[in-house]
């Protein structure tokens, strides 16, 4: 019963921590571009600004929720819910600290891999219910992209999970306690942050919203409160970039002198911040290019990757 | 090697961008700070008086003519009884076709119109944008404080003849002319 209402608890905590966190990062994220781009960004409402999402959330809710005619209404409708929800499963594995995690599932990584992939499917299936040609595009771009990143996304992962010798994100934490996995796993590190960027849709790679070509890619028919969906799962997806990249690679919740919570989320917020830093300075890529260096350099690297971080796990006698 | 610049052209990217944090932002928060505006700055028309306190505008509509827009529109009259000068009975700016280009000032050749720095004259009608005489006069001589068009010019008005102006000689008696 206990075990139930402290599970409870936490799910409660996650849930309301992580869209309290992502409604705080559309400021966040506007105010440091500002910085970046020498200007102020949004400070008008309250200190400094931080109540910005309010006054935009206040904004959206009233604003028109249209479909459109042509649409596949069941679909349309359903489609920015998938996101958010998938979004906000992929947290129940995520370890806080230890014993903070809603389901600390035996196949942890596998969950995430797998709901990651399901997102994908709102920016698909939300293309072709909008019956828009820029939306299709754009969820056509989805699809294709979704193929090239995906694969070496899971490959570049599986190079912690051999470390560990578990696909159990606590198990992989504690077997960071001395040496951080970005150290051994380095190329591991790079290939899951390029492929977290795609899969969260962020700039240098987020062809199939690409404004420039586009107008808005896959949510051009959405407006009020169902494109708000779209919005606040991109920073979801955001935060569990960075968690699971802190999780993966920069060892959890283990650091020096600081509480063990406290380290995560200080860890997760560089993270999100070099997320944001790389929108302000990279310019999107050019479909093809990322395509090919996908399949060309990014699948290779990860196989390479994968292939020596098992000779040398094997060499040294199984899995630490 | 290609790689390796690359790489090292996208971390340097990262870096210059991440600098910036520490720069002071460019803007000018607009209600809160004001710009500077430089004294010549061409904003809002203003008609000027000469330093005796009488209109400028002699009405002569070459403010109106040199208008590249076609925003101003007088009415000239004259009133004998006080003096023999013309002035402008109406005058009327639609500031919400104006481009403020400064051409009626140049055009003037009393003074009488002048551009202020003044950009502050949003509306939420339109109609209030057409300003009348009496929301274009001011009581000052604006940039040329001591310039008084009658005064210098060798017209005859009421209460001064010709060659009274200053810098004025009286003007030549051709009948007394000699060799």
């Known amino acids: 019963m206990s075990d139930l209402v402290k599970s409870g608890a936490i799910t409660l905590v996650m849930l309301g921590g992580v869209l309290t966190l992502s409604a705080l990062l559309i400021w966040a994220e ?3 571009l500002g910085i970046w781009q020498e200007r102020f960004g949004p400070n008008r409402v309250g200190p400094g600004g931080i109540l910005q999402p309010l006054a935009d959330m206040v904004k959206i809710f009233t604003k028109e929720d249209w479909i459109p005619p042509f649409a596949d209404k069941a679909v349309f409708v359903l489609t920015p819910a998938i996101v958010v929800i998938t979004a906000l499963m992929s947290f129940a594995v995520v370890p806080l600290a230890p014993g903070f995690v809603v389901a600390d599932l035996d196949i942890g990584i596998l969950f995430f891999l797998g709901m990651s992939s ?14 828009n040609k820029f939306a299709f595009l754009g969820g056509l771009r989805a699809t294709a992209q979704l193929l090239s990143y995906e694969l070496f996304m899971g490959l570049s992962v599986m190079g912690s999970v051999l470390l560990a010798g578990s696909f159990k994100l606590t198990d992989i934490v504690e077997a960071q306690r001395d040496l951080w996995f970005v150290v051994p796993q380095f190329l591991g590190f790079v290939g899951f942050l390029i492929a977290g960027l795609a899969e969260a849709h962020r700039t240098p790679f987020d062809l199939p919203e690409a404004e420039t070509e586009l107008v808005a890619g896959y949510h051009t028919e959405y407006s009020g409160m169902k494109f708000g969906m779209f919005f606040v799962g991109e920073y979801v997806s955001v935060i569990l970039l960075s968690a699971m990249i802190v999780v993966l690679f920069f060892g959890g919740w283990h650091g020096p002198l600081l509480p063990p919570p406290l380290w995560f989320l200080l860890k997760t917020g560089f993270f999100i911040m070099l997320v944001f830093l790389i929108r302000a300075t ?13 399949w060309k350099v ?3 690297l990860a196989l390479i990757n994968l292939l020596v971080t098992g000779g040398v796990v094997l060499w040294k006698g199984g899995p630490s | 090697m290609t790689v390796l610049r690359s790489i090292r052209d996208l971390l340097l990217g990262l870096w210059v961008v991440f600098r910036r944090t520490f720069r002071k932002p460019v803007t000018v928060q607009y209600p809160d700070e004001r710009p500077y505006l430089p004294p010549r700055w061409r904003g809002r028309i203003v008609l000027t008086r000469d330093p005796d306190g009488a ?10 003519v040199a208008c590249p827009v076609d925003c101003i529109a007088l009415q000239a009259t004259e009133d004998p009884a006080s003096s023999d000068r013309r002035y402008p009975e109406w005058f009327r700016i639609n500031f919400s076709r ?3 280009c400064g051409y009626c000032e140049e055009a003037c050749p009393t003074y009488a119109i002048q551009l202020v720095p003044d950009f502050e004259q949003s509306d939420y009608a339109r109609r209030n944008l057409v300003y009348e005489k009496e929301d274009l006069l001011i009581s000052g001589t604006g940039k040329y404080p001591d310039y008084n068009f009658y005064r210098v010019a060798g017209v005859k008005i009421g209460g001064k003849d010709k060659g009274e102006a200053e810098n004025e000689l009286p003007p030549v008696d051709v009948r007394t002319l000699m060799p």
Do not use: T
């Open chain 1, 282 to 294: 990279l310019p999107r890529l050019r479909f093809d290019q990322f395509l090919s260096f996908g």
């Open chain 1, 30 to 32: 506007r105010r440091l």
């Open chain 1, 118 to 131: 399901l997102a994908a499917y709102s920016v698909i299936v939300g293309g072709w219910a909008s019956n």
């Open chain 2, 55 to 64: 209109e400028r505008c002699v009405a002569c509509y070459l403010c109106a």
């Open chain 1, 298 to 300: 990014g699948m290779p």
């Open chain 2, 98 to 100: 104006c481009i403020y």
